[in-house]
């Protein structure tokens, strides 16, 4: 299958402090991509939609400006938290649309915020 | 609104035995049903995948069996295997939705062994 990977696996940061979370296909190109958030042991739950070169769609009750998607290029999205707060500590995954209705997620980035 | 329904929750397999994961969904216009696998800290890897026009596809120890007019597909792991612990989510998609999935609560797996 297609890579998709993720960095930073692993951050810790102050609370009202922003972080950035690449999201990069590897051996394929993404139109779309989208940003999941996930809690401990719950199912994925979509946040926002991206597409090359235009703004995300996102999900109702996800805030836009809080939660800042980038898709620059067809390889790679970025999503930022911006002035993070402890309840935004969650497992965040990325994955990256094929051609044919597949989609392969990243490894996740596990953001925790003091 | 849930529109695809997964179950059970958690399932206990001993090993070299079948576990079977359910799941329904009310959409007649999803036409796309993949299954993932994830471990602990890790995301979601493509498992296995069907679509309407084929009642079950098999790939390796990994069937699924899709019922249409019931609007229900499984996903059945035969001689299971302590290193298929994990969570799976079954899930669906429809072509002119832009490849969004809408995914299942997710089952909890343990093969004991």
Known sequence: GAVVSQHPSRVICKSGTSVKIECRSLDFQATTMFWYRQFPKQSL??????N????ATYEQ?????????NHASLTLSTLTVTSAHPEDSSFYICSGAGAFNEQFFGPGTRLTVL | QQQVKQSPQSLIVQKGGISIINCAYENTAFDYF????????????LLIAIRP?????????FTISFNKSAKQFSLHIMDSQPGDSATYFCAASMD????????GGGTRLMVKP
Do not use: C, H
Request: no cysteine; aromatic share 10%; proline share 6%.
């Open chain 1, 45 to 50: 739950m979509l946040m926002a939609t991206s």
């Open chain 1, 52 to 55: 090359e070169g235009s703004k």
């Open chain 1, 61 to 69: 009750g996800v805030e836009k400006d809080k939660f800042l998607i």
């Open chain 2, 34 to 45: 993949p299954w993932y696998q994830q471990f602990p800290g890790k995301g979601p890897a």
């Open chain 2, 53 to 61: 026009d084929v009642s079950e596809k098999k790939e390796g120890r």
């Open chain 2, 96 to 103: 002119n939705a832009g490849n969004m999935l809408t995914f």
